[in-house]
T-cell receptor, first 110, second 114 residues
């Protein structure tokens, strides 16, 4: 599975959009981009995934560049409860074996 | 909303003791996983389980670890002889079936080995 690079930490003001970047320059054609988050020490929570098209669900939007070498997770109106570690993961198959990195610690501030 | 449930939430044990961590995956899910997270470190894949057998395991998952689904609902992780370095959060996860891409994780079981 391709490696991902994320900033270690980011801050965001409550109510503003949080834009979390991820680089995955070695991504292969059959690899999806997944985003999970982990609030404190709870179990990771799935947010969204995509292959090449932009995706949106009730939690977030995922913007994937045309060359697929990077992506951005957008939380449109961040709340204090969105404070968490956000993981960008690239994975080809549907084996469920996810390789977690260190992720980005997002701190939403009042 | 259905969820993956894990018990116990926290277990303290002495080094060398056997530990069994239990998970009840979401009903009708077919693929099951264990992950662990040592305090302050990354979430790490341990093992995947499908059709009553291990489908993939990591280097961490050595002979001291075993998994089984004894009754069609519980999914257990056994550590035969715990070591200090087994202290971690252990997360169970499940997936509905082939082609599904969202892992549903439980809240975790914290294991402390003294």
């Amino acid at each position: 599975d391709a490696k991902t690079t994320q900033p270690t930490s980011m801050d965001c003001a409550e109510g503003r959009a949080a834009n979390l970047p991820c680089n995955h320059s070695t991504i292969s054609g059959n690899e999806y981009v997944y985003w999970y988050r982990q609030i404190h020490s709870q179990g990771p929570q799935y947010i969204i995934h995509g292959l090449k098209n932009n995706e949106t669900n009730e939690m977030a939007s995922l913007i994937i560049t045309e060359d697929r070498k990077s992506s951005t997770l957008i939380l449109p109106h961040a709340t204090l409860r969105d404070t968490a570690v956000y993981y960008c993961i690239v994975n080809a198959g549907n084996t469920g074996k996810l390789i977690f990195g260190q992720g980005t610690t997002l701190q939403v501030k009042p | 909303e259905p969820e993956v449930t894990q018990t116990p939430s926290h277990q303290v044990t002495q080094m060398g003791q056997e530990v069994i961590l239990r998970c009840v995956p979401i009903s009708n899910h077919l693929y099951f996983y264990w992950y662990r997270q040592i305090l302050g470190q990354k979430v790490e894949f341990l093992v995947s389980f499908y059709n009553n057998e291990i489908s993939e395991k990591s280097e961490i998952f050595d002979d001291q670890f075993s998994v089984e689904r004894p009754d069609g609902s519980n999914f257990t992780l056994k550590i035969r002889s715990t070591k200090l370095e087994d202290s971690a959060m252990y997360f169970c996860a499940s997936v509905p079936g082939q082609g599904a891409r969202e892992l549903f994780f439980g809240e975790g079981s914290r294991l402390t080995v003294l």
